[in-house]
């Protein structure tokens, strides 16, 4: 009952973005979703990504045979598409094929499976489907806010930041220095942040097939629900960005351009109009809390697993502060953001109790007061950064602190092994 008031809730939400998108003229994530089945996917890498997430439910053979099938696929549907002439301008040429198989093991289990074992599977797809239904999902959230705010807030979080310093702005000086190749390094580690997320949840999953069921909690729960939420905070906080508000990239629309080489002056900040393109995807940093998320996960894998989780998460502010997708506060809000949503799930599935409930509240009234005070105290944190900058970071660390000490007690002890009692000698 519970996966089908969840399955009924994603659809009703689908339907709703789907009609929101259509009233600005633009398909919404259904109908984009839809036309991977044959037109050229925008999201080709991540339809394989879902389509390893399906897989941790099947047999080694049965693998196999699904890659097998979805490459074929690929094969077809690009020699077809190559014999007609058809271009692949928008999209990559493969990823049509796991898509297929998704969808073809979602048919089998409704005609081919029964009991747990339907369930099972139901599951599995849905968890593939969900995660490329999630980008599809942002992408309509992102077109809601830059159509409906038109007046956007970087003027108090830019004042805000002088507190922490202009992060934005030192990182990327820092970035630019490194040339080329260091940015190229970063981009592909802010682009490929999903892949990295399937990484982490199939080693989380790796079991599933043999217990025939999955765990209570895994990445991808957290993923989905970070991009359920953080949307909706654009839409109280639209922000777009130092390189847009600041940088050549905002146009005539920019205060200045100034984003990197000179910080932004202290003056009484004002709403101020932007276009109608560009997201108000800031606050919080969700690139931040999905990177965060991977990073916490990553603690109970193997030390290699942990050190990508580190590196990632590094290589992740480095990107959102050196190319101006961010301001340091965005990066403060998405971290205790995320821990918010953890904690919350985490004591969903354990039971609430009293630790749990302190822990969400405590993690939640923090996030709050962050927002608060970005939108009303910008003068006076930018006044006084000494006070205020030292209050933001241990403010952030206070909650992952709380966070670290209330997940320990959850976490199971394991019991000393019982020594065997000595004998007394036989005479």
Request: glycine fraction near 10%.
């Amino acid at each position: 009952m519970l996966w089908t008031a969840a399955g009924v809730a994603t659809l009703g939400f689908l339907i709703a973005l789907e009609i929101a998108a259509r009233r600005y003229g633009l398909p919404g994530p259904i109908t984009n979703q839809a036309r991977e089945v044959i037109f050229a996917p925008k999201s080709g890498f991540l339809l394989y990504a879902g389509m390893a997430l399906m897989m941790v439910v099947l047999t080694w053979r049965q693998r196999f045979i699904a890659v097998g099938v979805a490459i074929g696929i690929d094969v077809a549907i690009f020699l077809v598409r190559w014999s007609v002439d058809a271009e692949v301008t928008t999209g990559h040429p493969f990823g049509n094929g796991a898509l297929w198989v998704i969808l073809g093991y979602g048919v089998i289990a409704v005609t081919r499976r029964t009991g747990r074992e339907r369930v099972l599977l139901l599951k599995a797809v849905g968890l593939g489907l969900l995660l490329v239904t999630g980008r599809k999902t942002g992408d309509a959230w992102l077109l809601i806010t830059s159509k409906t705010r038109p007046a956007v807030l970087d003027q108090y979080v830019a004042t805000a930041d002088h507190a922490l310093g202009n992060p934005s702005w030192v990182v990327g000086r820092m970035v630019a220095a490194t040339g080329p190749i260091g940015a190229h390094v970063l981009d592909y580690v802010y682009v490929q942040l999903a892949m990295a997320a399937v990484i982490v949840a199939m080693y989380q999953l790796r079991d599933v097939a043999v217990e025939r069921r999955f765990p209570r909690h895994h990445l991808v729960r957290t993923f989905l629900v970070i991009g359920l939420l953080g949307p909706g905070i654009y839409m109280i906080f639209p922000v777009v960005g130092p390189v847009f508000a600041y940088g050549a990239d905002g146009g005539h629309w920019a205060v200045s351009n100034i984003w990197p080489n000179t910080a932004p002056p202290i003056i009484t900040p004002h709403h101020m109009p932007f276009d109608e393109i560009t997201p108000r995807n800031c606050m919080p940093s969700l690139h931040t809390a999905w990177a965060t998320a991977i990073f916490i996960h990553s603690r109970r894998g193997p030390r290699i697993l942990r050190f990508a989780g580190a590196f990632w998460l590094i290589a992740t502010l480095g990107a959102t502060l050196g190319f101006g997708y961010h301001y340091g506060s965005d990066i403060v809000a998405g971290v205790v953001f995320t821990l918010t949503i953890e904690s919350a799930l985490r004591s969903l599935d354990r039971g609430w109790d009293r630790s749990g409930i302190q822990l969400v509240t405590y993690s939640a009234t923090v996030f709050t007061a962050l927002l608060l005070s970005y939108r009303y105290l910008p003068m006076e944190m930018a006044g006084h950064p000494w006070v205020f900058g030292p209050l933001l970071i241990l403010a952030m660390t206070s909650v992952i602190h709380r966070y670290v000490r209330t997940t320990r007690l959850w976490d199971p002890k394991a019991a000393p092994t019982r020594q065997p009692t000595p004998q007394p000698e036989l005479v």
